[in-house]
């Protein structure tokens, strides 16, 4: 069945590193591809996505792309800042905006000053 | 920005009474809701989705008698757990989608801040 795999946390990172936050997924079709930024107290906030193969989507320093032969779609920050701590999910939707979101379990972040 | 909020932010009942839980587009007209769960260290799980006027449509293992959803305007969706047990006890999610002010629609969900269900 349809499922997001992604790393587990937490992830514990210096300011000004390089994060890397892996994500593969299992869909039937062509799905829209995102990730969701959810920060402490508040509620799931879109970061980025790409709908098609190859594109990158960006968003505040971070960017994925979506990669169909490997059907992976890992989000990258070049350099970290503690204002990133949050929780970071993986997801897709089977395309055409109004379905449900099949989502990963999350991954916490955390970065240290 | 689009903002989507839920009351109550955290509820405590005790077993066999039912729970209420709201779901409100602030600022758009929300034509689709749905409803998430999510389990401690868990990814959120669709329940349904629901359009405005019409009946919800569960995903499958989800109790269409037991998880009531109404979604009977453009700015409101409910979500009543009846009956409640200890096992319904979950941190539940809603997000919506629809018109933007002004025209034009957006494409994303806006997911609301969650409500946390305690069933004793």
């Known amino acids: 069945g349809d499922s997001v795999t992604q790393m587990e946390g937490p992830v514990t990172l210096s300011e000004e590193a390089f994060l890397t936050i892996n994500c593969t997924y299992t869909a039937t079709g062509y799905p829209s591809l995102f990730w969701y930024v959810q920060y402490p107290g508040e509620g799931l906030q879109l970061l980025l996505k790409?709908?098609?193969?190859?594109d990158k989507g960006s968003n505040k320093g971070f960017e994925a792309t979506y990669r169909k032969e490997t059907t992976s779609f890992h989000l990258e920050k070049g350099s970290v800042q503690v204002s990133d701590s949050a929780v970071y999910f993986c997801a897709f939707n089977s395309g055409g905006g109004a379905d449900g979101l099949t989502f990963g379990k999350g991954t916490h972040l955390i970065i240290q000053p | 920005g689009a903002v989507v909020s839920q009351h109550p932010s955290r509820v405590i009942c005790k077993s066999g009474t039912s729970v209420k839980i709201e779901c409100r587009s602030l600022d758009f007209q929300a034509t689709t809701m749905f409803w998430y769960r999510q389990f401690p260290k868990q990814s959120l799980m669709l329940m349904a989705t629901s359009n405005e006027g019409s009946k919800a449509t569960y995903e499958q293992g989800v109790e269409k008698d037991k998880f009531l959803i109404n979604h009977a305007s453009l700015t409101l969706s409910t979500l009543t757990v009846t009956s409640a047990h200890p096992e319904d006890s979950s941190f539940y999610i809603c997000s919506a989608r629809g018109l933007a002010e002004g025209g034009g629609s957006y494409n994303e969900q806006f997911f609301g801040p969650g409500t946390r269900l305690t069933v004793l």
């Open positions: 790409a709908t098609k193969a190859d």
